[in-house]
């Protein structure tokens, strides 16, 4: 049953929010019981005060985490018992997804429609995958002589921090926590201080599972508590999703404690590259929307480089611009709505601070502007730029918004080299109806998914995601995410 506005409108209105910090099996505040006010961008609603984390939780959550691991409450279960708990999480996460969807969409302005049919089911799904994966995945044994033997063995790491962004706040969080947790390991996470309160009540429903005090802990908290984390010297792991800039920080952080495992998952600036015989120009036109407006294009992999070919550059852009209306903005409980708020008011100035940019050097086609101010609500109309070449910083920089900017390219190489003439190497799309052209570019394609003749499709778990250059490194979702918390053993015995 679809809910209408008044009805989610009022639901929201009863929720119960929780805003201290998660430890040890329970609810806690901050030690100096200090907090931040989680507000929501639909109408600037203080929503919830929340535990401000700072080094001395830092240090609990992970003593805690650690001495889990060690006692072996965890890690040291069998592997059906393991498996038995994260099923159990994941279908609690099922009985109670209009709860953490509502929570999600008032937290971060996300259509109610997203959240109830992409993110929460989504996180449950992999919370199931990998649950199915731990008595499935096996070691191998070494090819020997006669007189050894040699197990080649997955061990957990230990303590894995996760630290996670605030676009898709439940389901990037349950892409670190699944797998590592499935592996043995135990977590501690930091949501984004924009997006904290989905991550608090998804510990605890995987405690109600059966998940032992201290194998997964939550910090809310600012950037400082991020840095306790990948600082800390009894963390053995930090997997990161959020921005480049931050990413770098990490990794100097690991380097300057103890070399703990870093995995990055970065920006982007992704390239759709439309060939001239690209197929079915409508269907591609709403999907190039799509892919740049989804998520009022908070998307690490945005397709915000559109290169179409100039025979074919004025029927499409038309057919861009008549999908783009789809995605005019209104409130994210709505379940018409297909596009809802941005984060926050820092990230309307920042995407309108491009768009300002953007009009000194390249045609506005289409909006631009701040949309129902009047709400009190974070709004931006889809923005589409006609760019003449890509030195501007509208063409080159991650803006994480409703921004698509046009390039028009005559030469396949040439276009090539255009999109590939990025620090990022997230994703990338090509439109042809020719099977070897597509193939031969998609090969060419520096980055870590490439889609022909569609954006965004996936089959959930089953592909790596990440990216090349700094985009980052190792992947989410598929059995590789396992390789990132596990250390491989090799036991070598003489018979
Ligand atoms: P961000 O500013 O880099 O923040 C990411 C996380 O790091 C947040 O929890 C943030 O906490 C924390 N943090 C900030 N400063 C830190 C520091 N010095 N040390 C440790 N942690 C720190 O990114 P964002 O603005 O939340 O998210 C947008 C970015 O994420 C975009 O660049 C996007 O492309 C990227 N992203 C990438 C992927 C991918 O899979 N490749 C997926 C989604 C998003 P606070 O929020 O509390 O400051
Ligand atoms: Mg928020």
Redesign the pocket.
Same mark, same amino acid.
């Given at each position: 049953m679809t809910l209408t506005l008044d009805a989610w409108t009022s639901r929201a209105a009863q929720l119960q929010i929780e805003g201290r910090a998660w430890i040890d099996g329970a609810f806690t505040h901050a030690a100096d019981a200090s907090t931040f006010p989680c507000t929501s961008p639909i109408d600037g609603r203080t929503l919830a005060h929340v535990a401000r984390c700072q080094a001395v939780d830092v240090e609990h959550a992970v003593s805690s985490a650690r001495q889990c691991f060690e006692s072996g409450a965890w890690a040291n279960l069998e592997p059906r018992a393991r498996k038995h708990v994260l099923l159990r999480w994941a279908e609690l996460v099922r009985e109670h997804s209009e709860e953490l969807a509502l929570l999600e969409t008032l937290d971060t302005g996300k259509p109610i429609t997203d959240t109830t049919g992409v993110d929460i089911p989504s996180a449950a799904y992999c919370i199931s995958w990998f649950a199915e994966a731990i008595d499935k995945v096996q070691g191998e044994v070494a090819p020997t002589s006669r007189q050894l033997l040699g197990l080649v063995t997955r061990e957990p790491l230990g303590v894995v921090a996760a630290?996670? =962004?605030?676009? @898709?706040p439940a389901l990037?969080a349950i892409w670190k926590c699944a797998p590592a947790l499935a592996c043995g390991n135990s977590v501690v996470l930091? =949501?984004?201080?924009?997006s904290p309160l989905s991550a608090l009540r998804l510990a605890q429903l995987a405690h109600e599972a059966g998940l032992p005090p201290g194998a997964l802990n939550v910090v809310p908290?600012?950037?400082d508590t991020?840095?306790a984390l /990948?600082s800390h010297v009894d963390v053995d792991c930090i997997a @990161?999703?959020?921005?480049? /800039?931050?990413g770098r920080?990490?990794a100097g952080y690991a380097a300057q404690s103890n070399l703990k495992r870093v995995w990055l $998952? *970065?920006?982007?600036k992704s390239p759709q590259l439309v060939l001239p015989d690209c197929p079915d120009l409508d269907y591609a036109a709403q999907t190039v929307a799509r892919a740049v407006f989804y998520n009022t294009g908070q998307m690490?992999t945005a397709g915000s480089r559109l290169l179409v070919h100039r025979d074919i550059k004025r029927d499409f852009i038309e057919r861009v611009l008549v999908a783009a209306q789809a995605y005019s903005p209104a409130n994210p409980l709505s379940p018409e709505t297909r596009m809802g708020c941005l984060i926050d008011q820092s990230q309307v100035e920042r995407v309108i601070g491009y768009v300002d940019e953007g009009r000194k050097h390249a045609r506005l086609l289409a909006g631009g502007r701040r949309m129902l101010a009047e709400s009190g609500g974070q709004y931006i109309e889809p923005t589409v730029f006609d760019c003449a070449h890509d030195d501007m910083p509208l063409v080159r920089e $991650?803006i994480?918004g409703p921004v698509l900017s046009i390039l028009e390219f005559h030469d396949l190489d040439d276009a090539i080299a255009v999109a590939n003439r990025s620090p990022y190497g *997230?994703a990338a799309a090509v439109w042809s109806a020719d099977l070897s052209t597509a193939h031969q570019t998609a090969r060419r394609l520096r980055a870590g998914t490439v889609w022909v003749n569609c954006y965004e499709e996936t089959d959930d778990m089953n592909f790596p @995601?990440?990216?090349f250059k700094e985009?980052?490194n190792g992947r989410?979702n598929s059995l590789h995410a396992l390789e990132k918390y596990t250390e491989l053993k090799s036991t070598i015995v003489k018979l």
């Open positions: 630290v996670v =962004p605030w676009n @898709f990037i930091k =949501p984004s201080e924009k908290g600012f950037g991020g840095q /990948a @990161f999703t959020g921005s480049t /800039a931050v920080k990490i $998952e *970065l920006g982007g690490c $991650e994480f *997230l @995601f990440g990216g985009s980052g989410d």
